[in-house]
């Protein structure tokens, strides 16, 4: 197909006449940059209506849609869960789809992209970094028994379930990583997120692996680094305190090293897992999974 | 290569003890001076302090302490304010010796003070 003859973009604002007004018109003070055009970042102002549920990720659609095509902004799930729109808004970090615009109190709301990441146009950042420091720790259940036990589930209190349940809310949004001080002058630091996953994995009573992790986190950039700002946790849509998670890590480090090395992980349950077993989802899935077909 | 768990568990325990010396080292200058805080600072009398193997171990201890958690603490803040491993070297080499030989030095002066005069 010709360029001409592509199709535009359409977004179409709901009709809310006779049932909604826009309460007021506010500006919306977008961080733009283009890699190819620009030498760096800069502001430009648009007027967006405002109703009552407008976010702030409602607004950059609507800039994108009727006033600027060219915005680029990452979003996903429109409803706190994804992380996707992480961004700093009115100078907080803040999840746009999770922001009411009215909240802010505000007749200017400024946007730009979240700190510590790479920038790669307007409000998306390169979260690259970000996950191969999550990676980094281990984020999973590490044991010897754990493919002979595919079955069957591994036993664990509710208190036991209690000790990182807290830490599991983590949408690893990245919110953390840009609120965090240390992270701004250390490149290698592993992060808020990172550190709050290897205390998270490493507590599980279902979980061999604290050794593995330590060699990562007992590093000249790892929890050591961390200066219990609390930025992490403050910034945190979600509720989970990483500044409080990597304190407890230090101190696993420092009191119980041996005993969490050593520790003996969750035993199995007895009982095998009813429904169709991981092994037979394995032989059912294709060897290659089907392409969709290609564009006309 | 020590592990930065153990290199931070010296840090606090230093800290820790810099709290308790240091407090003494200044209650030595004003409340515990004989004549008080206006003549503590006499010849006299901070030779007597030096010459007395309890202050002088005091001090030793304090100086032993301090040229760990400063040069360890400057090692931190370095190494967070840049990175790479070529740097890391750097920074470590430089720093433990940089806290020997504050150590060293501070050594002699008690020394020298210990056995009776300026040099």
Partial sequence: ?296 | MVRESTLMWIQYITGLGILVLGALHFASLTLLAPGGYPGALEYKIVIFRYTDPLWAAALEAFLALLSYHVFNGFRVLLLELNQGSGWTKAVNVTMALAAIAAFLYGTRTILVFHLGGAI
């Fill in chain 1, 1 to 296: 197909m010709a360029a001409s003859e592509q199709k535009q973009l359409e977004f179409k604002v709901p009709n809310l006449e006779g049932v909604e007004k826009p309460i007021k018109n506010v500006i919306f003070r977008v961080s733009r940059f283009d890699p190819d055009r620009d030498r760096e970042p800069y502001y430009r102002d648009y007027e967006v209506p405002v109703y009552r549920f407008t976010t702030v990720l409602d607004g950059l659609l609507y800039i994108k849609y009727n006033l600027d095509p060219t915005l680029a902004v990452r979003y996903s799930c429109r409803m706190g869960v994804c992380g996707s729109c992480a961004m700093i808004v009115n100078g907080r970090e803040r999840l746009a789809c999770k922001t009411n615009v009215l909240s802010l109190n505000s007749n200017i709301v400024t946007v730009r992209p979240i700190n510590n990441l790479p920038l790669i146009r307007d409000l998306v950042t390169d979260l690259r970094p970000f996950f191969e420091k999550h990676k980094k720790v281990m984020p999973y259940i590490i044991r010897d028994d754990i493919e002979a036990h595919q079955d069957r589930e591994f036993l664990q209190s509710p208190a036991e379930l209690n000790e990182y349940m807290m830490l599991t809310d983590c949408i690893k949004c990245g919110l953390c990583y840009s609120a965090c001080p240390t992270t701004a002058t250390d490149a290698l630091f592993l992060g808020p997120q990172a550190l709050a996953q290897a205390y998270r994995y490493t507590i599980d009573s279902r979980d061999a692996g604290a050794a593995l992790r330590f060699d990562v986190v007992d590093d000249p950039h790892g929890v050591w680094r961390c200066h219990f700002a609390g930025a992490c946790s403050a910034a945190c849509p979600k509720g989970v305190d990483p500044a409080f998670a990597i304190q407890q890590l230090k101190k696993l480090l420092l009191y119980k090293r041996n005993a969490m090395k050593s520790r003996k992980p969750a035993p199995e349950s007895e009982k095998v897992r009813e429904g169709t077993s991981v092994e037979e989802v394995l032989k059912s899935m294709p060897k290659e999974w089907p392409s969709p077909p290609a564009p006309k």
